[in-house]
């Protein structure tokens, strides 16, 4: 069974950093592509990162490239998201997405706080 999830939110103060994981099972990880995601307050969610199954390829929103960095250590079936210069428009709840066999798969999310 798939199976993601997500750790690593917290409160943090404006221009500050903190690393998400996403801990993925009940697949191969490293022959899947992986995404992450946010949910801001009132808003629809939406696509933030993305990184191919090697890693080699990754890609970002505009609003969060430059700031954030998207990676993954297959051989611990895990992805990361490091956010640094972290903005209260950041604040949001975060997901991780794996699409296995065409069906999408999501984590339960992480909640990230940016506020002085």
């Known amino acids: 069974q798939v199976h993601l999830l997500e750790s690593g939110g917290g409160l943090v103060q404006p221009g500050g950093s903190l690393r998400l994981s996403c801990a993925a099972s009940?697949?191969?990880?490293?022959?899947?592509?992986m995404s992450w995601y946010r949910q801001r307050p009132g808003k629809e969610r939406e696509w933030v990162a993305g990184?191919?199954?090697?890693?080699?390829?990754?890609n970002y929103a505009d609003s969060v490239a430059g700031r954030f960095t998207v990676s993954r250590d297959n051989t611990k079936s895990t992805g990361y998201l490091q956010m640094n210069s972290l903005k209260s428009d950041d604040t949001a709840v975060y997901y991780c997405?794996?699409?296995?066999?065409?069906?999408?798969?999501w984590g339960q999310g992480t909640q990230v706080t940016v506020s002085s």
């Open positions: 997405k794996a699409v296995v066999n065409l069906e999408s798969y």
């Open positions: 990184i191919s199954d090697t890693g080699e390829i990754t």
């Open positions: 009940g697949f191969t990880f490293s022959n899947h592509g």
